[in-house]
């Protein structure tokens, strides 16, 4: 059996980490991700063998993953926020189906940005809710309009990962235009930004005002259903208890 | 400045808790929480005052907190899984508007069973996903139908929280026949049962056969999307990576 740990360690500081996940990376001798997720995990990891590949080669670092814990090294792979949560997790299990190895696969979750970011807002995803990303590099643009029209036919509250990029600057506009449709331009909506990381930052406004925001990579946003509401500079979505 | 936060505890024992959850929790003077949850603490917090009310006495609960909090105590509100997914995140929030203390609420996220189920099956939430409950308590059966219907319809991997209870032992299989209405019988599913506790459980299937299983309330459903597939014992929702 080999050791192999695809380990989700949150939006970035140890202490929101669980202790499952600080173990495991303490008991790894090889530890692979993405550069700026190395950096995150600091001195108590700095001991072990550390690898990474550029970005989006993605299918090149899980295979790295492999292989090192086919040689027999206990080897951990790291993400960001929840492990499958548009993490590495299926990826890694999709790929060690070639070597044999689907069974040895331990996934250790993480606290996703949907929930480090609503408790930052408040409770914006207290009731039923989607988790859609805006990136369309995997996913065909189609798709994910038809997502955000579903979400918005369902009345979930819904966490938005991935609004923007350099590439996608006004994605959040062509997704706030498509709720837009259905939904009232006064639904309360926010937005976080550095999640769990130093200069986090938190905004409540209308749907109407996110459509014209500028928002970068490191921000979430979180639009209510029709019952959520802002109090205060917290975003609210009530589970309905009468009160 | 009241000190009162809102703890989500994670499925159960102290490893799939975050540190600053843990942290939280040696500083509080008071622990409030449904009976159950404050068993799970265990011997670490026995020298806290630990408090509770019965079952559905949620709103009570949250008054005694901020009640304990005003009166100068270190509060502690606790929550299975994340405090702001169906916890007491949004109730806490909206209580606290009457006693001006909607700003002093810090709500500490934790793993929910989205997550936590996920991990033990291997990766069904690896892309865009939904959340909805099954518990008609505090929301209309009609919504949570038409939320099934959107889900379907955005083609969403979707997790089901409160599959069943004694009330409700044929939901999970009204919830399934909606689903079936545009979803083949033969879409990846599963469920994991006790997550994160002792005998922990998993169980992969299609539709078809989920819509004729009987879970208990301590089950957390997994419906994948048209994507996932099973492989060996895992649910895999794939990211779209070329392999």
């Given at each position: 059996m080999s050791w192999i740990k695809v380990v989700g360690m949150g939006p970035g500081e140890h202490e929101m980490m669980t202790e499952q996940a600080l173990a495991a990376l303490d008991e790894a001798d090889v530890i692979i991700g993405y550069t700026v997720y190395l950096?995150?995990?600091?001195?108590?990891?700095?001991?072990?063998?550390?690898?990474s590949t550029p970005m989006k080669q993605e299918v090149e670092r899980c295979r790295m993953c492999l292989e090192k814990a086919s040689s027999g090294r206990k080897t951990a792979m790291i993400c960001s926020g929840d492990a499958g949560i548009y993490g590495m997790a299926s990826l890694m299990i999709e790929l060690a189906e070639e070597y044999g190895m689907t069974d040895q696969i331990e996934i250790i979750p993480g606290i996703t940005a949907a929930s480090s970011g609503a408790a930052v807002l408040g409770a914006p995803l207290n009731h039923d809710f989607c988790v859609i990303s805006?990136?369309?590099?995997?996913?065909?643009?189609?798709?994910?309009?038809?997502?955000?029209?579903?979400?918005?036919?369902?009345?979930?509250?819904?966490?938005?990962y991935?609004?923007?990029?350099?590439?996608?600057?006004?994605?959040?506009?062509k997704a706030c235009d498509i709720l837009l449709e259905t939904v009232s331009p006064d639904r309360a909506c926010?937005?976080?930004r550095n999640i769990g990381r130093e200069g986090t930052e938190h905004t409540v406004c209308s749907l109407a005002e996110l459509r014209d925001t500028s928002v970068d990579m490191f921000t979430t946003v979180f639009i209510g259903n029709s019952k959520s509401r802002i109090i205060g500079d917290r975003l609210v979505t009530p589970r309905g208890y009468i009160i």
């Amino acid at each position: 059996m080999s050791w192999i740990k695809v380990v989700g360690m949150g939006p970035g500081e140890h202490e929101m980490m669980t202790e499952q996940a600080l173990a495991a990376l303490d008991e790894a001798d090889v530890i692979i991700g993405y550069t700026v997720y190395l950096e995150l995990l600091g001195e108590r990891f700095s001991g072990k063998e550390l690898l990474s590949t550029p970005m989006k080669q993605e299918v090149e670092r899980c295979r790295m993953c492999l292989e090192k814990a086919s040689s027999g090294r206990k080897t951990a792979m790291i993400c960001s926020g929840d492990a499958g949560i548009y993490g590495m997790a299926s990826l890694m299990i999709e790929l060690a189906e070639e070597y044999g190895m689907t069974d040895q696969i331990e996934i250790i979750p993480g606290i996703t940005a949907a929930s480090s970011g609503a408790a930052v807002l408040g409770a914006p995803l207290n009731h039923d809710f989607c988790v859609i990303s805006l990136s369309d590099l995997l996913t065909p643009w189609e798709l994910i309009e038809k997502r955000l029209r579903a979400a918005a036919e369902g009345d979930f509250a819904i966490a938005i990962y991935n609004p923007s990029s350099r590439k996608r600057h006004d994605y959040l506009q062509k997704a706030c235009d498509i709720l837009l449709e259905t939904v009232s331009p006064d639904r309360a909506c926010g937005y976080v930004r550095n999640i769990g990381r130093e200069g986090t930052e938190h905004t409540v406004c209308s749907l109407a005002e996110l459509r014209d925001t500028s928002v970068d990579m490191f921000t979430t946003v979180f639009i209510g259903n029709s019952k959520s509401r802002i109090i205060g500079d917290r975003l609210v979505t009530p589970r309905g208890y009468i009160i």
